[in-house]
Nanobody, 114 residues
């Protein structure tokens, strides 16, 4: 199983980024996909997730600014992050649970300057 994340970068507050994570080695249409982030010096936290049926949920701090979507044909999950704030800065990881095990992408850095 591999999760290939990309799309991070450096933006000013109010800007947008689109994160992408492609899953290899899983039956993608069956899995719940999630994005976590780890701010500097803090614990990793769940940002958003989407079920195999397309139901999504968000951390309170990003609700209304971030959207999560999936393309089962391309085996890819997207995190559209709009109106970014400095507190959104961190390393973003995609995550799945498959076969009773947790798998993480390599992380992509998001830096938001004020």
């Amino acid at each position: 199983v591999q999760l290939q994340a990309s799309g991070g970068g450096s933006v000013q507050a109010g800007g947008s980024l689109r994160l992408t994570c492609k899953a290899v080695g899983v039956n993608f249409s069956l899995v719940r996909m999630a994005w976590y982030r780890q701010p500097p010096g803090q614990e990793r936290e769940l940002v958003a997730d989407i079920t195999r049926d397309g139901m999504s949920d968000f951390h309170d701090s990003v609700r209304g600014r971030f959207t999560i979507s999936r393309d089962n044909v391309r085996r890819t999950v997207f995190l559209q992050a709009d109106n970014l704030k400095p507190e959104d800065t961190g390393v973003y990881y995609c995550h799945i649970t498959w076969g009773g095990r947790a798998f993480w992408g390599q992380g992509t850095q998001v830096t938001v300057s004020s």
